[in-house]
């Protein structure tokens, strides 16, 4: 993780992550057969993490309720900010390995069923899968605009994490037809 946040993915190579271990590089490859392989266990470790969380105290499950979205948009926020390397290295490898993208889906898949889950009660259009994508893709680009570890003067200012949650929230619940 630490390599992935100084070099990033794609230029990250398995002789950095071994160093920055204090191991061999081929004790790299008893365990993981590619860089890819290493960050699909993290993201299967990132799941497990998810999944714990959707156990704890606040956890709504119906959209129509403001607070349900705000507990949503407050757990990936710190979520993302707590992973922000390992969340920025999935996207570098699912645009250059289109193979890595659809196993990385695939493992996401339960996720985006479980948003989907907490969308029934809205009267929205189409499918709810569809509906889940939009939620959780403005979630994670606003993560990834703001969270990026780039100081801002582009956007003017710096946000707070109560300032982003709360905005968020209020676009998503009033997107997904709640009230402003």
């Not at 993981?32 to 497990?48: Q, R, V």
């Not at 709504?60 to 948009?73: E, I, L, Q, Y």
């Not at 929205?124 to 939009?134: E, I, N, Q, W």
Request: charged share 25%; no cysteine.
């Amino acid at each position: 993780m630490r390599v992935f946040e100084r070099s990033g993915y794609l230029t990250a190579k398995i002789t950095d992550i071994t160093a920055e271990a204090g191991r061999a590089t081929g004790s790299f490859y008893k365990h993981f057969a590619s860089k890819e392989a290493l960050l699909e266990a993290l993201l299967a470790d990132l799941l497990a993490e998810g999944d714990a969380s959707a156990e704890m105290a606040g956890h709504g499950t119906d959209f129509r309720d403001r607070a349900a979205v705000r507990w949503h948009v407050a757990a990936f926020w710190g979520f993302y900010r707590r992973h922000r390397a390992i969340m920025v290295a999935l996207e570098q490898a699912a645009l250059v390995d289109e193979t890595f993208a659809q196993r990385s889906r695939d493992m996401l898949a339960p996720d985006l069923g479980h948003i989907a889950d907490h969308l029934a009660a809205l009267d929205l259009p189409g499918d709810r899968l569809v509906s889940a994508s939009l939620f959780t893709v403005t979630i994670s680009g606003f993560a990834a605009t703001w969270l990026s570890g780039a100081n801002r003067p582009d956007l003017g200012r710096e946000l707070s994490d109560d300032e982003a949650i709360e905005t968020l929230t209020t676009f998503l619940h009033a997107g997904l037809g709640g009230a402003s």
